[in-house]
């Protein structure tokens, strides 16, 4: 998959083409934008810090204007959260200074943050659970005992800023009643009670339906409006050109951009990110649907709890389609997933029927376990390859055989043949682009990605009738998106049934045939995405449910 090396050359900023603002004072940088005034609120100059060999962050550095959302933007591992960590005094660079409005400042701790006026918005949420939002807001940001009388004060201010930035929480709830989006607001409003006047959220939205995303980033606006800072690091790009005023793009512990959002592009962004061209459209033609292989009545699971984590989810998967199904993480998809890949856990109870061309597939006991579902044709790329796809500690060669270790291919009179496999891994590292090309190597020695790249190169090449496919692209580098989103659309055009699960929209509306989307263990609704719309999508994400079914 080598398209033509048209990226910029690595390296410094200076190369790129619009100019870095990054370096404020020299010619030909941009000037910041109108909104700011006086000194930027974040300077950033030659912030290096190394992990052993691991360079996570070389040479950084950018400055912020006063009153503007600022985006971060580069690849899984491109050292994003190491510099905001040493912004938040996590880690120490091992070089470089930080200025804050102007002044040089020391950030040994994130005590010294605060006092900065720098505020985290955590990935996960460190809330007390069974405490309430007011408890949680003023917890360690108040000296002494809670008297009655700081207690009302904290509460007057809590419910002032909350009206004042549209962060509507009640004060009293318990953070175990609210929803992920609401403890996401707690956490700003900790951030701002504690008189941030910086705020940085580290991939903020990765746990929010697309409406929830939408409220925050509307929340950050009015932030912003009201003169904080604010650092976005995302790896969405739709979410970058919606609400940010300025970006940064960092590759491999380098930034190797700084662009005004108004004067750039995805493509270019994506350019950026990778180093190279990068197709943002699958480009697929239309799909043509065969015979139903895979049929599900009213299947249900109970956890061990007796929880009925899936309820009555019935659903049709043809030959040369891809239904997608969208949902929050944690609405039954993974269930969903589980029961058709045979990889319920004991203690749990399916009910309901499932049917392979016409024919009963057990969903217990004998013959309904991952090794049957895969003989009987149904591949499976699971959502966590860590604990489902890999052992971490075998071989990429040894792992290339798991699960299909009968497979004649590999067999030689009664034995296995592992110089079959070694050779066939070999031969998949090189098609797929495997890095680095050593089937020797651990699995757990492979980048996420690379990883991913061995599971799919493993399930795909079974040529099952039927693919379960589980969060593809999560933690996987962009560059390889494109290339694992080719390789579905290219199975589906042979004919293969496919399932498709994932948390990104965007994923499930560009390569989706159909979509179901998932709430409370309920399919809510099946949508046409030559017809529908994120919004709709998204609502039903949400358990809004609009019209009557006309599914
Ligand atoms: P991003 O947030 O852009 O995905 P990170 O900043 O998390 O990237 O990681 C940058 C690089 O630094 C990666 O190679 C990662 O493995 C490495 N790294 C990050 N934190 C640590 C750590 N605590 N110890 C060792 N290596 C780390
Ligand atoms: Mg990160």
Redesign the pocket.
Known sequence: MTTGNTGPAPGGPGGLNPPAFGQASGPGGLTPPASAHGQPAIELRGISKS??A?R?NEDISFSVPKGTIHGII?E???????LMSILYGFYRADQGEILIHGLPTALPDSQAAIRAGIGMVFQHFKLVQNFTVLENIILGAEDGPLLGRSLRRARDSLTALAREYELDVDPDALVEDLSVGHQQRVEILKALYRNADILILDEPTGVLTPAEADHLFRILRGLRDQGKTILLITHKLREIMETTDNVSV?RR?RLVGSVRTSETSPAALAELMVGRKVLLETGKAPARPGPVLLSAELLTLRDEHKVERLKSVSLDLRAGEILGIAGVAGNGQSELLSILGGMTRPGEKVTGRLTLGGHDLPLTGRGSDGKSRREAGIGHVPEDRHHAGLILDFTAWENTALGYDDDPAYQRGLLTDNQAIRDDTRRKMQVWDIRPPIHTLAAKSFSGGNQQKLVIAREFEQDPAILLIGQPTRGVDIGAIEFIHKQIIALRDQGKAILLISVELDEIMSLSDRIAVMFDGRIIGIRDPATTSESEIGCLMAGIAPTAEAS
Do not use: I, L
């Open positions: 992990f052993g691991v996570a580069g899984n591992g491109a050292g994003k959260s190491t960092m512990g």
